[in-house]
């Protein structure tokens, strides 16, 4: 497929006032309004039409709020689970695959539903878009965005913590677009969102705006629409590890349409979500009954972040209290927080592998011992109807099969560096 020209026709949304207003290109807020809160899009296309599996994840255009199509695209994959839902007694469970599985039609070369996120954030962007977009990823994120905007050689600056560079690597060099900074070893993913808000800064270059980009949470929705359009109904269970939390956001907002939509019966979603303990800021605030996060010391949350095994999962300063956030998608749903241990995490990725083939991200680990927990807990009905947002895997047997590049940083800047320093080496990189 190539790049071309597409306008999903759409306007934007406050959750928090209702207003509805025209996207000026790359709205993130509400204008006018002072109180934070997340804006959706608004489709025009009430019901989706779904097109063949060739179009990747522009299969589900009518929701994605694009300006065209990029060029390498997959969708998520959803499919009924035998053995695993066998081996622990449940009659109807489905399992949305994100990442490289070609037997099941996975072809997502970063191994990460992240590429969802950036083949629709990117296509968000006007071709004429001369900027830098900044992205701060725990790794995940960052691999990618460094995939999508290197073949589509969209100009890219990713701020990811020195620790996680395990995560970026590449099954093709990457195009010199795309350039990666480093806060230093013990730094964790907040010092990189800090990092990145530095850069922003500088002249000529744009936020992605994580959550609050319609574009991201839209493209993280087709997970959902991958399992209704499927299924043929809404599931009463969706289990998903969080670290922002946008994923599950992005989950309750398609439901919605979905409901609106009214050819996938009238089931609200339950969402169950899970943290890697003993990193659990959102589970604490939740279960404090708190819809703001509760405090917690800067050094005390990065030695917490070193211990767990799904880095992903280390997002500090979350969506989680803004109007239309995570609190509030719990809340409508009727969901919950979930915690879930390294060695419970371990085990659920050894299970995914021996029964259903595959080998799976320590994230999708979680929220698999989440729904385990809960089933031998008694809490989750065996016949119940369950979506299981597998978010990562296929990675060892991709490195297995291709020869993969490692993503080298530019620069290693120390915590909270002064504006002036990164605008020098930014300047540089980007000449």
Known sequence: MNDH???????????????????????????????PSLIRAIYNTKQINVKEAEHGIYRFADWLPVRRKLEGSSAPVTYQ??????????????????????????????????????????????RDNNQVLVVASAGNTARAFAHVCSVN??????????????????????????????????????????????AIM??????????????????????????????????????????SGTGAIAAWE??????????????????????????????????????QMLSIN?????RHVEIIDAKVLSNRKPPYSINGGLFDALTQTGGTILRVSNQQGRKAQQLFFETEGIDIHPAAGIALASLINEQNAGRISPGALIMLNITGGGEQRLKREKHLHEIKPSHIFNINPPKADVEKVLVNLFK
């Open 298 to 302: 800067d050094d005390e949350a990065r």
């Open 5 to 35: 020209d597409f306008n999903t026709p759409y306007k934007l949304q406050s959750v928090l006032t209702g207003t509805i207003f025209d996207d000026q290109g790359w709205t993130l807020d509400a204008p006018d309004e002072h109180q």
């Open 81 to 126: 689970s035998e053995r695993l839902a066998e081996s622990l007694g449940l009659k109807n469970l489905w399992i949305t695959f994100n990442g490289y599985w070609p037997e099941k039609g996975a072809h997502m070369k970063t191994c990460s539903f992240k590429e969802t996120e950036a083949y629709t954030v990117c296509a968000r962007l006007p």
């Open 153 to 198: 050689r969209i100009p890219l600056l990713l701020c990811v913590p020195e620790d996680n560079l395990n995560a970026m690597w590449s099954d093709t060099p990457l195009n010199e677009c795309v350039r990666l900074i480093c806060t230093k070893s013990g730094s964790d993913y907040f010092d990189a969102i800090q990092l990145s808000n530095t």
């Open 254 to 291: 398609a439901n919605i349409r979905l409901l609106d939509d009214g050819r996938f019966g009238r089931q609200t979603m339950k969402l169950m979500v899970s943290q890697n303990e003993p990193f659990l800021p959102m589970y604490e605030a939740w279960h404090a009954g708190s819809r």
């Open 202 to 243: 500088v002249d000529g270059f744009i936020a992605e705006g994580g959550a609050k980009n319609v574009a991201r949470r839209d493209g993280m929705s087709t997970t959902v629409l991958s399992a209704v359009t499927t299924i043929g109904q809404i599931p009463e269970y969706y289990f998903q590890a969080v670290g």
